[in-house]
């Protein structure tokens, strides 16, 4: 599991009502959306410097817009991780082995073409948040996490949103 290969660097002094297992399972979670937002993250920042064509002013922007929030989430999911006293990964390494999501190095689609990835990419993200909000309320009982992931999954679904947009104007042309 993903919080547990850090186990020696847990924090065993909380009382917050949840035991260490629930706690645990929770930082696993954490730690695997965190994973995916990286992912996320430096493919927007990939599309962004090498989006071209007609819309590249406005894809450039929006994609420049969307890196910073994902930036900013990523940061809380990290130090959500870290109240329920595990360490957050930090390394390209974790990240790699823990995401869902699949890089294609060397490759810059067409500018259509990435918005639709992006939009892939955010919706797997949001399918995997719709479980990890179930799984911390229902099995875990950690109704503050569940909060915190369905909060970060409207941030996704807003975002997948604001890119599925491009795709409708480019059928509609
Ligand atoms: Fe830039």
Partial sequence: MAAQKQNQN???RLNIGL?????SAS???????LSDQHVLYIKTRKYHWNVTGRNFYSLHEL??????QLALSIDEVAERSRSMGYPAFGTMEEF????TLKEEPGVNPAAMQMVANLVSDHEQVIRNLRGFVDQTADELHD???SDFLTGLMEEHEKMAWMLRAFLEDEQNV
């Fill in 96 to 99: 790699g082995e823990f995401a």
């Fill in 63 to 68: 994609m420049e817009k969307q890196y910073d």
């Fill in 10 to 12: 847990k924090d065993d």
């Fill in 27 to 33: 930082a696993d979670i954490l730690n695997r959306v």
């Fill in 19 to 23: 035991e260490d297992k629930q706690r």
């Fill in 143 to 145: 109704q503050g996490t």
